[in-house]
């Protein structure tokens, strides 16, 4: 009886490390689902320019030689299909860059949390060079995550939060109480970390039942957050998929800018 149950535990711990090995390697394609859009090619940036710099992917419009928004998209899709938000950023009188990832948008490489970060790092030089010195970056769902490491690099005059997380780990879920994930994650993306000590204006824009973004995760974030400026909206009618059908969104977000 005892040989069964040594067995039995050495089967379950085989099988326990195996799991874990899996999710290692595969964490990459549960964080990121990226389509082929081709960024050439994107009908909704017509009038953008496309460019490519130091690497760095983003369609960009000059409006406004000091401000301009930095959009950091979600997990999902591509930059092209964010280009509805580009009209609330042209009349606020803003210039606009959308970033579109490594490995996205037709791109070869793999997306990882180091190149998206490193991407933050490029766009913020591309500011710099061309003068925008009251920069606001705006991260939706995944993209909370380079929107908050561009604050926290300094540089910028508001925050612009949409469906945002205090960290990727606080989605793992079930799977969190078996695995030690948070440490085990190199994609966890921590804008709690980066966002605590930030005393600008930030806007956090939530629906109270996100099916993607826990609603603990957001609160938690907006509870860390030190600034004075902080403010919380809830959209009533929406889903983390649906806050670009309605008009709410765009009027709090073109709304904070202009203040």
Same mark, same amino acid.
């Given at each position: 009886?005892?040989?069964?149950?040594?067995?039995?535990?050495?089967? %379950? *711990? !085989?099988? #326990?490390?195996?799991? $874990?090995?899996?999710?290692?390697?595969?964490?990459?394609?549960?964080?990121? /689902?990226?389509?082929?859009?081709?960024?050439?090619?994107?009908?909704?940036?017509?009038?953008?320019?496309?460019?490519?710099?130091?690497?760095?992917?983003?369609?960009?419009?000059?409006?406004?030689?000091?401000? %301009? *928004? !930095?959009? #950091?998209?979600?997990? $999902?899709?591509?930059?092209?299909?964010?280009?509805?938000?580009?009209?609330? /950023?042209?009349?606020?009188?803003?210039?606009?860059?959308?970033?579109?990832?490594?490995?996205?948008?037709?791109?070869?490489?793999?997306?990882?949390?180091?190149?998206?970060?490193?991407?933050?790092?490029?766009?913020?030089?591309?500011?710099?060079?061309r003068g925008y010195n009251k920069v606001v970056p705006v991260g939706e769902s995944l993209?909370?995550?380079?929107?908050?490491?561009?604050?926290?690099?300094?540089?910028?005059?508001?925050?612009?939060?949409?469906?945002?997380?205090?960290?990727?780990?606080?989605?793992?879920?079930?799977?969190?109480?078996?695995?030690?994930?948070?440490?085990?994650?190199?994609?966890?993306?921590?804008?709690?970390?980066?966002?605590?000590?930030?005393?600008?204006?930030?806007?956090?824009?939530?629906?109270?039942?996100?099916?993607?973004?826990?609603?603990?995760?957001?609160?938690?974030?907006?509870?860390?957050?030190?600034?004075?400026e902080k403010k919380m909206v809830g959209i009533e009618h929406g889903t983390h998929n649906?806050?670009?059908?309605?008009?709410?969104?765009?009027?709090?977000?073109?709304?904070?800018?202009?203040?």
């Amino acid at each position: 009886m005892q040989k069964l149950v040594r067995l039995v535990l050495s089967l %379950a *711990v !085989v099988w #326990y490390v195996l799991f $874990g090995v899996v999710l290692a390697l595969f964490e990459k394609r549960m964080v990121y /689902f990226p389509d082929a859009q081709d960024f050439e090619s994107c009908a909704g940036f017509l009038d953008a320019e496309k460019i490519t710099y130091k690497g760095t992917r983003f369609y960009y419009k000059h409006i406004h030689d000091e401000k %301009a *928004v !930095v959009f #950091y998209h979600g997990n $999902g899709g591509s930059a092209c299909d964010r280009s509805v938000l580009k009209d609330t /950023f042209e009349e606020a009188g803003f210039s606009y860059l959308f970033v579109e990832y490594p490995g996205y948008s037709a791109d070869t490489h793999l997306p990882s949390k180091a190149s998206i970060l490193e991407d933050v790092i490029t766009v913020r030089a591309f500011l710099d060079e061309r003068g925008y010195n009251k920069v606001v970056p705006v991260g939706e769902s995944l993209g909370t995550g380079p929107a908050a490491y561009h604050a926290y690099l300094g540089g910028v005059q508001k925050v612009i939060l949409r469906t945002p997380y205090y960290e990727i780990a606080d989605m793992v879920g079930t799977l969190g109480k078996v695995y030690p994930l948070r440490y085990m994650m190199r994609e966890n993306f921590t804008p709690g970390a980066w966002m605590k000590d930030i005393a600008l204006p930030i806007l956090v824009i939530y629906v109270p039942v996100d099916e993607v973004i826990p609603y603990q995760s957001t609160k938690k974030l907006y509870d860390s957050l030190t600034s004075p400026e902080k403010k919380m909206v809830g959209i009533e009618h929406g889903t983390h998929n649906t806050l670009y059908e309605l008009d709410q969104t765009f009027e709090e977000i073109r709304s904070f800018l202009l203040q």
